[in-house]
């Protein structure tokens, strides 16, 4: 006893002085790789929370919300991440003991047979001495009485007569035998180093690094949706366009055939206008195709059969508002969730190593168990066994397999600390692209409105020139066909800028996603998310 009490004082003492030596990872600047501001930051309007509110639409709205709520590619991630967090439940339950309790019952049955030569002789044997009494009766005894040797004669007679009538002793014995057994164990891991610790915040952190991922696919999920839709607009404006177009030729054809029918015109004109209205009918089913895969791929979005396509009125696109406010580089860190999601898996690379590092220390490992044991259920707590144990182990030689796992986890955090570097420089990027490829194709729509206005003026001087016969009908025919392709260009133009803002809107990230969407585990306190606090062991293995 006093040997097992030294033992766990000395196991105690030593998780009591190394308790506080842990692997913790260094914290590290996650803002240094940011530039101080955007190259074409001008100040604009604030960004709402929910981005697409800016397109002031309310059946976008409601096309995101369904999307949200029902799209599967989405409800996929979701259930991810509960795998992510059931993982991180498992890694933690290391760091409590582990209790498990044992029941059983039996009953054994066995059946032994006799040995039979042995008992039919013993049995011969016995039988012959009481015929033997029956047949000879014992003489009177000198001294003895009469009454008493009769009596003592009578006696034996009886007994022998007894074992002549007995039935033979069975040849084979059948025995059965009960038995009950209840205990408990427990077991549990002294986490001197924070291996078991720094696998729990790995996991902790992997999970939040999950949920950023649903968060970066809501992102994108809402920016799909509201592109479509600007397609199904744009569509709807370009084809209303053309159907006004294809008419003002054919009453154009109508008025050539009419002059022609006077001689005021030739049969060329009358050709060419002809040509220009069948081309015009011929962009209708471009148009159409477009528009209908527009419908059907927001059906599928919004988790819906594609037949089941929504029912869009938009047929404008909306009004280009002022640019949303950028804000700086650094506030990306808290804005991306593909930014943050790096950002996050780096740091658990960061705890995997210390877990590795952990791994090559010795292990205290601690089991406790008591066990009761009866062969009646009443007496089940009279018999009882209780064990208490500690062990220290710890590597001597593996062929050099942990300091390997140390180095690929070293490793692992150079790879992701890359790719949190470059999400970071592409998520600039993306801001400073669009911000540009906006500011560009504003200036592009402004001078495709300036042309439209200037083949405008031609187009009305020269069909005034034709219909005093003046010029033929050529150049106002060209101007008729410039015209309506730079009407059909302008409503491209406004639709690919809106594109633009849309980037911006998506590059700008948000927080919007916390509030939206659908059921996720709640998050759950991971200590440093943005670095750790505790003294990190300087120490290299």
């Not at 509960?82 to 019952?105: D, M, N, V, Y």
């Not at 999970?207 to 479509?228: F, H, I, K, N, P």
């Amino acid at each position: 006893m006093r040997f097992f009490l030294s033992i766990t004082s000395v196991l105690f003492f030593i998780a009591a002085v190394f308790g506080c030596a842990r692997f913790d990872p260094e914290p590290r600047d996650q803002k240094a790789f940011f530039p101080e501001a955007y190259t074409l930051y001008d100040a604009g309007a604030p960004v709402p929370e929910c981005w697409w509110t800016s397109f002031n639409s309310e059946e976008l709205n409601q096309l995101i919300e369904a999307a949200l709520a029902g799209n599967l590619s989405l409800q996929q991630m979701n259930s991810r991440l509960l795998q992510a967090e059931q993982l991180a439940r498992k890694a933690g339950a290391g760091r409590f003991p582990e209790l498990s309790i044992t029941g059983e019952t039996s009953v054994s049955r066995r059946h032994m047979q006799a040995d039979l030569a042995a008992s039919d002789l013993e049995v011969l044997n016995k039988r012959l001495a009481a015929l033997g009494t029956l047949l000879n009766p014992d003489v009177q005894g000198g001294g003895e009485s009469s009454f008493s040797s009769e009596l003592r004669s009578l006696q034996s007679r009886l007994q022998a007569a007894q074992t002549l009538t007995e039935a033979s002793p069975p040849s084979s014995v059948t025995t059965v035998s009960h038995s009950y057994s209840f205990g408990l164990a427990s077991s549990y891991e002294v986490d001197l180093w924070g291996r078991v610790r720094s696998q729990h915040q790995a996991a902790l952190l992997e999970l939040e690094s999950s949920r950023e991922d649903v968060y970066g696919a809501m992102l994108s999920l809402s920016g799909t949706v509201a592109r479509q839709w600007l397609t199904v607009a744009a569509n709807r404006q370009v084809l209303n366009l053309v159907n006004e177009q294809h008419t003002l030729n054919e009453t154009t054809l109508t008025l050539i055939k009419f002059r022609f029918a006077r001689g005021l015109a030739t049969a060329l004109d009358v050709y060419q206008q002809r040509q220009v209205t069948a081309q015009t009918a011929s962009l209708v089913p471009t148009l159409e195709e477009s528009l209908d895969a527009a419908l059907l791929e927001l059906a599928v979005l919004m988790g819906k059969a594609p037949r089941n396509t929504p029912a869009i009125k938009t047929d404008v696109l909306p009004e280009v508002g002022p640019l949303p406010e950028a804000g700086l580089p650094a506030d990306l860190l808290a804005n991306r969730p593909d930014v943050r999601a790096t950002g996050l898996r780096l740091q658990a690379a960061d705890w995997y190593v210390s877990a590795a590092r952990a791994d090559r220390m010795p292990a205290i490992r601690l089991s406790a168990g008591a066990s009761y044991n009866a062969e009646e259920w009443t007496a089940i707590f009279d018999n009882w066994l209780a064990r208490l144990a500690g062990s220290l182990t710890g590597p001597l030689f593996d062929g050099g397999r942990r300091k390997a796992e140390v180095e690929r986890t070293r490793a692992v955090v150079e790879e992701r600390l890359a790719a949190y570097q470059l999400s970071i420089l592409e998520s600039v990027l993306e801001v400073e692209l669009a911000m540009m490829r906006e500011e560009k194709q504003a200036e592009y729509v402004e001078l495709l409105k300036q042309e439209q206005k200037a083949i405008k003026d031609t187009y009305e001087q020269a069909m005034q020139r034709y219909l005093n016969g003046v010029i033929d009908y050529l150049p106002v025919l060209t101007a008729m066909t410039q015209l309506q392709a730079v009407e059909r260009r302008i409503v491209q133009a406004e639709f690919v800028r809106l594109q633009y803002r849309l980037q911006i809107c998506l590059a700008l990230g948000g927080t919007w996603m916390e509030k939206h969407g659908l059921d996720m585990p709640e998050q759950e306190s991971v200590s440093g998310l943005t670095g750790v606090d505790e003294t990190s062991v300087q120490s290299s293995n």
